[in-house]
Each structure stands twice: as C-alpha cells, then as structure tokens.
C-alpha cells in the first residue's frame, strides 16, 4: 500500500435539514472514509436551513452535496452517495489507495 | 399608462402585474399573471433575456417592486455590461436594494452525481435573496442549464415543478424563461409545470431582414391578443408593436380641428378636419404638400396642442427654412415644446423597425398630432405586405387614441399616380388632391377635395397660393380675392 499519511482530505457535507437524504449520504461517507481515509479526513457537516448563506459561496444548489475541498481540484458529488464505487472514484481515493 | 386602466377595467379578470414594457401590457391586456409564473420561451437569441430582466428592472422604477434575477448562466457583470447598452443602470438599482442578481454557476467545479438529491438549496438560496431585497418579481434564466449538469432526469425534472409551485406560494410574479425544443414549447417541457401565460418568442431572417415575433401561446384567465406581434430590441429595451385589433373600438369625435388655411378649412364643412381621422394629401413634387402639412402641424401648436412631424426627406433645417418663407415659425414651437420633428431618411430594409420606432415615439409623446411627411416609402415596399399591415394598424393605433393623422403622398413620377389611390384610399377619411396646371406661362396649384368622410365638403377646385403671409386659397375665377 502506498503511503497517504501525507494527504490530509477535507470533506464538506451540506444538507438541508436531516431528511433520509441526508442521513443516507452522512452514513455513507462516513463508512467510506472509515474504510479508505482512516485518521486522514475531516468531515464537516453544513446544514443550510441554519446557516443559508453558506450555499451560495460554494454555489451549492442541490443537496446533500458533498465537497471535497483538499486535496485540489475541488470536487462535488451530489446525491445521498449511495453508490459506493462512484464516490470512491468521485473523489478520486481509489489512485490515492 | 392610461390605456393600462382602461383596459383593466373592461376586462375584470385575473390581477395582473404590468410589465412596463411597451405594447407587452396591451397585448396581455394589463401584465403578467400576478403572483404566478410565466415561461418566456424561444430559441437562442430570441431576446428572453432582455425581456426579463427589463420586466425587473421597470418592475423596481415603475411599479416600486424590487426584482430578484437568478442567473444560471450569464455572469452578473456581463449581464450589468449588456443592459447598459440599453440604457439600464443595474449597478444603480442594485445599489438601491430594488435588483438583486443572483448567479447559480453551474460551471464551478466538476459535479459528479449519485443517488436521490433535492434542489433545497437553491430554494434556500432563492429564499434568502427574496427575503434580502424585499422581491416581488423573479426571474430565472434559465433553469434548462441545470439539465446538463445533472443527469437523474426524473428527480430532476420534479424538483423543478416543485421549484415553481414554491415560487408561487412564496407570491412572487416570476418569469421562467426556456431554450426552445424541436416540437415542444421548451427543450425539457416546462410548459408541463407553467401553463398560466406562456410567451413565444422568435427570431428570424428573412430576406437578409431580421423580423422578431412574439405570440402569446397560452394564457389562463384572461382574454389576449393571438396574433404573432412583431417587436424590436432597441435603444430603449423592448417593444412590441402595441398595434392589436383587440381594442379596435376606437372613439369617433365630432370635434373638429383646423387644417391650418382658413379657407380650406370653409371647405371642410367650415371647420377643418375630424378629430381623430387619418388624412391625405396626395399631389406630384412641387404641388405643396410638405407646406400643407406644416400649415396643420402651426395651428395644432397654435391650440397648444403638441404635434408630431415625421420627415422622411427633408432635413429639420430644412424643412424650417422652406416654412419661414410661407410665414410658419415652426422653430418657436419646436421652443415651446408644441412640435417635435423627426427626421430621418429610411430604408426599405429598416422599414419594420421604423415603423416601431414610430409608434414608440408617438406613445411617448403622446402628441394630439402626427403628420409623415411623405408615406410613400411605406406604400411603395410592395413585396413586404407585413409593412402595408403595420402601416395600417398604425392608421388604427392613431384613431383608437384620438390622434389626427395627416400623410402626406407623392404621386407621378416614379410612382404610379393610382399607386397611391389603392393603397390608402379605404384606410383615410379626408382626402385632398393637390395638382399643378399650366395657365400661359406660369404653373398654378391647385386643391380639392376627393372625398371627407361624413360631412359636407366642397367640391370646387381652388389655387392654392403660397405668400410670406403663409397658405391661401383663391377661387379660379380671376376676381375671386385669396
């Protein structure tokens, strides 16, 4: 296995309210990254119905959006992320593993 | 505008939101649906931009209510950029907290898609922008783009149908505008979710002319006009040629007003022309034509009543100059604010264009009198039968407003004489002839009238006689005083 110990992922989650969507897409990242980016992610939760003006800075327009951050380039993924394999490739962990 | 009441009035259906734009309210008869959407369709081009945003933007100066454009392509500042050149300052309503423009880039970042999704944000934002501004109007131009970003159609396109009831319950008056389909209304159906009022635009090339049309395709409620009206995006934005035979009713005057030369107007029943009719004055080059015109526009302003002259070939300074020596100070009115010349040399292929422009002064003037001086290019452009219809629902906007209308008409040389005689005869009340006659040496005019509609009218030939001391009849008898 490669070494990703350098790599530090930022991930942001925005949903708006815990609809099933997003409770769906939180458990799914959250498996994901347990299994792939373990002690090498941070995973912050946006809930726009509390904070609205968040949504316009990242041009989110759809939720839950997921935002990888870091590493650059900045990627979204849209959807409750049920399908495991297009977010792993989505966010590109798979070339890093 | 004063029509806007009227027309309200007669028809009392649903409450409407007037646009501003010209000739859009009547054609809707009074506005955009209120509170409700309206899908602005069309193909690339077409003008749906400009006429939304310039609904917002008369929407925050005219009816004092502030405007929320979405963008989900155009970039705020190229939008600030294009409206310019239409004389709109959006940085200045922005600034004012009357337009908001809100970009939805949907270019920003690669956006890969899994699984069920809402479009909750975008309602946050939408929600947030409202609620910022206090808008009352909306538009999103246009949402289509977001189909080629996500691909779960059908997610999707619910998404958008519950967008626009939430646009609706949230009692905004939004224009949703939409790329044009291959045989539907829009390329991804949005007439499926918008069916209130549905505006079609178009534009094309015909002839190496550019023609835009817009159609009210549908609108719920309410009667409308459902012809294809042309219309322009000029100088001044957007406008329909506010000429529809829906509010053909037109006023019929018994007042009279004076054609400028008091024997003329003895001829005239004693008292001149109907208020509100359309005359002509026909005759070959050098008969007096332009000087007979003039002689109406000076007693229209001399009543204070403002007159509209439309001059087709000759110059303003020229056409002052010619009316000095006959004693007409048109420039003292022109002063006074009574007499506005337009001059203008137009060509055939600009013809339509014109013609807006025309109607668009006329509404903004508003004048008690028009003159166009001469119609014969408008007459003579007989392979564009569009121009011949515009030119007579131009006759009928003028009647239905009570605005007396003198055209004036070269015949001879490289006009047919009986060209003229066609073309216009039906569509004009009063029609007097102008002619030169040799006597010896000398080449007098002459006048008389071909017909005037309902009233009594001379049917003797008079000279026509131009002095310092401006126009005068003379009978043909030699003793016969002018």
Known sequence: ?97 | MILQAEVRNRFPTIEKAPTGITGLDEITRGGLPARRATLVCGGAGCGKTVLAMEFLVRGAQQFGEPGLFVSFEEKPQSLVENFRSFGFDLNALIGKKQLKISHIDLSHAEVIETGEFTLEALLIRLEHAIREIGAKRVVLDTMETIFSVLANTESLRAEIARLFHWLTDKGVTAIVTGEKGQKELTRHGFEEYLSDCVLLLDHRICDQISKRRMRIVKYRGSPHGKDEYPFLIGETGFSVLPLTSLLLDQKVSDERVSTGVRRLDEMLAGKGYFRGTTVLVSGKAGTGKSSLAAAFAAASSARNEHCLYFAFEESALQLARNMRSLGIDLDKWTKGSLFTLQATRPTFLGLEEHLVGMIKLIDTLRPSCVVIDPITNFLSAGDQPEIKAMLMRLIDYLKSREITLLLTALTGGSYRPDETEEKVSSLVDTWIALDLEVVGHARRRQIYIVKSRGMEHSRETFELVMSINGLSLRGLKRDDPP
């Open chain 1, 1 to 97: 296995m490669v070494d990703k110990s350098d790599k530090k992922w930022i991930l942001r989650l925005y949903i708006a309210g815990l609809t099933p969507a997003a409770e769906m897409a939180l458990s799914n990242i959250k498996t994901i990254c347990a299994q792939h980016l373990e002690g090498q992610y941070s995973l912050e939760v946006i809930d726009l119905l509390e904070s609205p003006a968040l949504a316009e800075g990242e041009q989110i327009f759809a939720v839950p959006t997921l935002v990888r951050q870091l590493p650059t380039p900045l990627r979204k993924i849209i959807g409750d992320l049920s399908n495991t394999r297009k977010v792993v490739v989505g966010l590109d962990i798979k070339t890093a593993a």
